[in-house]
């Protein structure tokens, strides 16, 4: 993500780091991946697509990656369970 972004001079790059893996520390790597895919995209409509986003902004892209990926894999099974009876 730091190749893609622009960093201020005033960064502290080393604290930056310390504060997404803090953010992120139980985040499954599927959902990291995308949420930061989605960054690097301007997908994400938070914050300023001109610079990298905070600890905070990643985190909750992450929590709705999450979620997207858990309501997907609960429709999939619904409609396995669907194909099963029906």
Same mark, same amino acid.
């Given at each position: 993500m730091f190749s893609c972004f622009p960093q201020s001079a005033l960064t502290d790059v080393e604290m930056q780091i310390r504060g997404y893996l803090s953010a992120?520390? =139980? !985040? =499954?790597?599927?959902?990291?991946? !995308?949420?930061?895919q989605r960054f690097v995209r301007g997908e994400v409509r938070s914050g300023n697509a001109q610079f990298c986003p905070s600890s905070a902004q990643l985190c909750i892209e992450v929590r709705e990656r999450r979620t997207m990926r858990e309501l997907l894999a609960r429709r999939a099974a619904s409609a396995t369970v669907r194909q099963m009876t029906g």
């Open positions: 992120v520390r =139980e !985040a =499954e790597l599927c959902d990291l991946q !995308a949420a930061i």
